[in-house]
């Protein structure tokens, strides 16, 4: 069973140390084009960008206006630590990869490992994005499911049926999806995949909710479990040479204003560390 929560406070101190914020390794490329990871000047062109925004759309709302105060005083000598600070969440990734290759690499008798993507259905009738309640259910899924060790993050990206030329009541209705992404013992992922997909069904807008495939070292895969960048993933049509019919695919697009507004909230409630997950692990562990 995983912690209820990692343990902020050694994660607080690495990154007041400046862990995390310069350009020194890890290094990966990620995404489609196998870009490499975002630079330290970018971020904080990102970081104005958000502070800006969540200040224009605040209105009355005191907690937006305390994020957006938070995140505008992130420097070198004052971090804010904030989950939705871009400059932060960078550090947090590069932190999270450097410490996880380390364990792989000294407890290299655990391995094989494996990719291990899930996505629960979305609760009919919730509106609010609850990364808390996300990380319950998660653990609970994956020790009924019987997966004792892990190493996991939560993703979050806002689902769209973009298939304009399906008639409405075919496409599914827009939402946020929380999305479980990791690393567990690739004999105990061979155990318990059979039980996971038994455990999470298909839908129409998650067509492939529980997916595995072998680790192969690739930093990408630790980095995406905890990756500051989230996106509006949109289903589409296209079509494809030697195909008669479009075929479904999903294309990624930047989120919108209430989205960003929405996401920057619920990272807020989770904390700086509630998107982390060590099944059968702990910080001091593996740090």
């Known amino acids: 069973m995983p912690a209820k929560r990692v343990a902020a406070r050694r994660l607080r101190a690495m ?14 490329r990620q995404g489609r084009d196998k870009r490499p990871p975002t630079r330290p000047r970018d971020v904080k062109a990102a970081a104005r960008k958000l502070v800006k925004r969540l200040r224009k759309h605040a209105g009355d709302d005191p907690e937006l206006l305390r994020i957006a105060t ?14 939705a600070c871009p400059q932060c969440g960078r550090a947090l990734q590069r932190l999270m990869v450097r410490i996880i290759v380390r364990f792989l690499r000294a407890h290299a008798y655990l391995g094989p490992w494996r990719v291990l993507s899930i996505i629960l259905p979305v609760r009919p009738g919730a509106t609010e994005i609850d990364l808390v309640e996300a990380w319950d259910r998660y653990a609970a ?17 806002f689902n769209e049926d973009d298939r304009r030329s399906l008639p409405d009541a075919d496409r599914f209705e827009p939402h946020p999806c929380v999305h479980l992404y990791g690393l567990a013992p690739a004999a ?10 038994r455990l999470v069904p298909a839908t129409d ?6 997916r595995s495939t072998p680790f192969d ?9 905890f990756k500051p960048d989230f996106v509006r993933r ?3 049509l296209q079509d494809k040479q030697g195909r008669a019919n479009p075929v479904r695919n999903t294309r990624d697009r930047p989120l919108t204003v209430e989205q960003q507004i929405r996401l920057v909230q619920a990272l807020d409630r989770a904390g700086l ?8 692990l702990s910080m001091e562990a593996i740090a």
């Open 141 to 157: 899924l994956l020790q009924e499911a019987g997966l004792t060790r892990g190493v996991f993050g939560l993703d979050l990206s």
């Open 15 to 28: 990154l007041r140390r400046g862990q995390g914020y310069g350009i020194k390794g890890p290094n990966w």
């Open 70 to 83: 938070a995140l505008s005083r992130c420097n070198r000598l004052h971090r804010c630590l904030h989950p």
């Open 217 to 225: 070292g690739d930093l990408a895969a630790v980095a995406y479990s």
């Open 273 to 280: 560390n509630g998107r982390i997950m060590l099944l059968g």
């Open 205 to 210: 807008a998650v067509r492939r909710p529980v």
């Open 188 to 197: 105990e992922v061979g155990a318990v995949l059979p039980r996971l997909k």
């Open 234 to 236: 949109q289903t589409i």
